[in-house]
Nanobody, 124 residues
C-alpha cells in the first residue's frame, strides 16, 4: 500500500520557521517528481514547490520564493519543505504529493499519490 505521510506542521508566530517532512512507503518515488501543495481555508489548493526526481530542478510559487526550500533524500524516500519567514498568509493544510512524471510541470493533474496533509498555522 502506497502511503505519503506528512509531519512537522504546527502553530508558529509570524517570522518563524517550520520544516515539513514527507515520508513515502509502499514503493520508491526516486524516479518521480515530488511536490508540496497547500489549501488555505476557503481557497483552492495551490502548488507551493516541486522538485524533479534527481533534485536538480525545482519550482517555487512566487508567494514563497526566497522563503521556502524543497529538498529530497531518495535513499530515505523523504521530501522536505523548509519554511522560513512564515507569514499569516502561509496558514493552510500542506500536502505532499508524488507525480507520475520525473520532471516538474506545475500540473496538479500529474500528481497521483497524495498524503493526508499537515496543518500549518501562522499567528500574526
Amino acid at each position: 500500500q502506497v502511503q505519503l505521510v506528512e509531519s512537522g506542521g504546527g502553530l508558529v508566530q509570524a517570522g518563524g520557521s517550520l520544516r515539513l517532512s514527507c515520508l513515502a512507503s509502499g514503493r520508491t518515488f526516486s524516479r518521480n517528481a515530488m511536490g508540496w501543495f497547500r489549501q488555505a481555508p476557503g481557497k483552492e489548493r495551490e502548488i507551493v514547490a516541486e522538485i524533479s526526481y534527481h533534485g536538480a530542478n525545482r519550482y517555487y510559487a512566487d508567494s514563497v520564493k526566497g522563503r521556502f526550500t524543497i529538498s529530497r533524500d531518495n535513499a530515505k524516500n523523504t521530501v522536505l519543505l523548509q519554511m522560513n519567514s512564515l507569514e499569516a498568509d502561509d496558514t493552510a493544510v500542506y500536502y505532499c504529493a508524488a507525480s507520475t512524471n520525473w520532471g516538474i510541470s506545475q500540473n496538479e493533474h500529474e500528481y497521483l499519490y497524495w498524503g493526508q496533509g499537515t496543518r500549518v498555522a501562522v499567528s500574526s
